[in-house]
């Protein structure tokens, strides 16, 4: 099993850029998310999708748009790259409708160090 | 809206040392996660907190929660330097369900020194 999966590792984008993050999970999880994390600011959700065909605004989704495009692969888009978009994205994924003494534990990635010049 | 805040934010201890780290949260909630992260890693899950009076141990580190007191302790016995590390708590922002929205705190960055 290799988890959760994110491709690039690292990305430099001119203002203005668009680029996708790309994510995949193999552990058949129902629920994925995109995080993004800042200096000092611990993480922040940005978009989220509880089950395959829905996707939901997280805390800070502007700027951001996200794709389900199956059980397995959640992407992240930045239409028009920002120099505030400089972060780290992280993706996981968790099975967060069943109960048991595991509920709701997200499993991430390695991350994506993204840099906006 | 959901608070989550952790103190210490920074935290140096000395091997052998015993020391706890705080999260509070502002709503209720009754699902509660401790992570580690290691400088330019990920986020590796550590426990999963449940329900009022939930103990976790493993190893040097236990942690509890009190879902009344809206609080969460974790807990470093006889610290050594292989714990050095950024610890975050992260609080479900649905209470009674999972939705996964998980508001984490700023962390705490923990150096153990020799």
């Known amino acids: 099993n290799a988890g959760v999966t994110q491709t690039p590792k690292f990305q430099v984008l001119k203002t203005g850029q668009s680029m996708t993050l790309q994510c995949a999970q193999d552990m058949n999880h129902n629920s994925m998310y995109w995080y993004r994390q800042d200096p000092g600011m611990g993480l922040r959700l940005i978009y989220y999708s509880a089950s395959e065909g829905t996707t939901d605004k997280g805390e800070v989704p502007n700027g951001y748009n996200v794709s389900r495009l199956n059980k397995r692969e959640f992407s992240l888009r930045l239409e028009s790259a920002a120099p505030s978009q400089t972060s780290v994205y992280f993706c996981a994924s968790s099975e967060a409708w069943t109960p048991g003494d595991k509920w709701g534990e997200q499993f991430f990635g390695p991350g994506t160090r993204l840099t906006v010049l | ?114």
């Open chain 2, 1 to 114: 809206e959901l608070k989550v805040e952790q103190n210490p934010l920074f935290l140096s201890m000395q091997e052998g040392k015993n020391y706890t780290i705080y999260c509070n949260y502002s709503t209720t909630s009754d699902r509660l996660y401790w992570y580690r992260q290691d400088p330019g890693k990920s986020l590796e899950s550590l426990f999963v907190l449940l329900s009022n009076g939930a103990v976790k141990q493993e190893g040097r580190l236990m942690a509890s929660l009190d879902t009344k007191a809206r609080l969460s302790t974790l807990h470093i016995t006889a610290a050594v330097h292989d714990l050095s590390a950024t610890y975050f708590c992260a609080v479900d922002m649905k209470y009674g369900g999972s939705q996964g929205n998980l508001i984490f705190g700023k962390g705490t960055k923990l150096s153990v020194k020799p």
